[in-house]
């Protein structure tokens, strides 16, 4: 059973850090894509990133790019999200999710972890 958990969510203030993990278990990941999304209060889901789980092809949308890394522990199964310069809009649930490399839309979805950034 594939199990995605998410960890490392909590309150900062503007301009500083936080570093999400994901630990994934239940299959083997190497013809995945990891992704990250988040989904504020009010609004839809959106994308944030998304990386190969062997590494390759990190993809950020355009409003986190520059501030927020995404990479890869393969030994430890987990994907992390550092985000950085973080700004009071960057506050939602993040969600970490998993799809084939072949596929279009991310079928396993961990249970989220809440961000929240004052101003």
């Known amino acids: 059973q594939v199990q995605l958990v998410e960890s490392g969510g909590g309150l900062v203030q503007a301009g500083g850090s936080l570093r999400l993990s994901c630990t994934a278990s239940?299959?083997?990941?190497?013809?995945?894509?990891m992704g990250w999304f988040r989904q504020a209060p009010g609004k839809e889901r959106e994308f944030v990133a998304s990386?190969?789980?062997?590494?390759?092809?990190?993809y950020y949308s355009n409003s986190v790019k520059g501030r927020f890394t995404i990479s890869g522990d393969n030994a430890k199964n987990t994907v992390n999200l550092q985000m950085d310069s973080l700004k009071p809009e960057d506050t939602a649930v993040y969600y970490c999710?998993?799809?084939?490399?072949?596929?279009?839309?991310?079928?396993?979805w961990g249970q989220g972890t809440q961000v929240t950034v004052s101003s």
């Open positions: 239940g299959r083997t990941f190497s013809s995945y894509v």
């Open positions: 990386i190969w789980w062997s590494g390759a092809n990190p």
């Open positions: 999710a998993s799809r084939h490399i072949t596929a279009t839309k991310y079928d396993y």
